[in-house]
């Protein structure tokens, strides 16, 4: 294993973490904003903003897992004054925490001590960074709501709301879905078209056509997610019939259009998106 200094290992984490939220941005990701389009209220440089400010709290040396990410949400809303990258830092934030551990345990072993070393003051920074953002939909809950005072570490908390975000779940299951999805998907289209951009599409499209989004689960119900899982599969079978996939540039712009009249933002694909991307880079 390659020993890096401390400061050569929070500039590699910084790296890939800015890396992969601008690259899929580049990326056309129907529904969502993108170099090609912007949309829902929001612009392009809104969430370049956002990666900026929240780089140098995410990727820094010593801070706990709630920390990072409480500073991470604050810089951010600090920049921009909205919700553009809270499920981004959530999914983001263990993997620079485990990136940033100097250890001959692989990657995954190494994230999976992350997730179960979660403390209940990682668990009140996180719903504090959850209030402060604001995300749409958010509501009450049952058990370990974000209002109250945090009562069990992240983790439980992930898990207890597992079966209803999508994030949440890739806490629980050690993000299983990214790991033997998300980073094959993306690491065979980039090998096929060889160009990150189009990979990215292929990615985004992948997750908005296998699991309802969450984002829209919240603001629409089940009903409308599943709805459109169901038109993401056609586009995404689509796209990868496609040598050349700028020929199917069209459809997907019609696509990304008609979704944002219908003010249907499919973040948590987005999210998944940005964390597989973020994944790649700290690993290659």
Request: hydrophobic fraction near 40%.
């Given at each position: ?14 790296q ?10 580049e ?19 809104q ?26 949400i ?46 209940e ?10 209030r ?37 779940l ?19 289209a980039l ?8 990979a ?67 973040g ?17």
């Amino acid at each position: 294993m390659l020993i890096q200094t401390p400061q050569q290992l929070q500039q590699r984490c910084a790296q890939a973490y800015k890396n992969a939220c601008l690259a899929e941005l580049e990326a056309l990701k129907p529904g969502n904003v993108h170099i090609f389009a912007d949309g829902h209220g929001m612009v392009v440089e809104q969430f370049i903003s956002s990666a900026e400010a929240s780089v140098g709290y995410i990727s820094e040396a010593g801070l706990s897992l709630g920390q990072r990410i409480y500073k991470a949400i604050e810089a951010t809303q600090q920049s921009v004054g909205c919700n553009t990258n809270l499920g981004i830092v959530l999914l983001c934030a263990p993997l620079l925490q485990a990136a940033l551990k100097q250890s001959s345990s692989s990657f995954q072993e190494r994230l999976a001590d992350v997730l179960a070393s979660t403390t209940e003051d990682d668990a009140q920074h996180v719903f504090d960074a959850i209030r402060l953002a604001s995300p749409a939909g958010l509501g009450q809950s049952e058990q370990h709501d974000v209002h109250h005072k945090a009562d069990c570490t992240l983790l439980e908390a992930m898990q207890a709301a597992a079966m209803k975000d999508f994030v949440a779940l890739q806490y629980a299951n050690g993000f299983h879905q990214i790991a033997t999805e998300g980073l094959s998907h993306y690491q065979q289209a980039l090998q096929r078209w060889e160009r990150p951009a189009w990979a990215t599409t292929a990615l985004y499209l992948y997750w908005l056509a296998h699991y309802a989004d969450s984002h829209v689960v919240r603001k629409y119900g089940h009903e409308v997610a599943d709805a459109l899982k169901k038109e993401a599969q056609l586009h995404y079978l689509e796209f990868l019939k496609q040598d050349n996939p700028k020929l199917y540039l069209p459809p997907l712009r019609a696509f990304d259009r008609e979704l944002k009249e219908r003010g249907l933002n499919p973040g948590t694909s987005a999210d998944l998106t940005v964390a597989t991307l973020s994944w790649h880079h700290l690993t290659e």
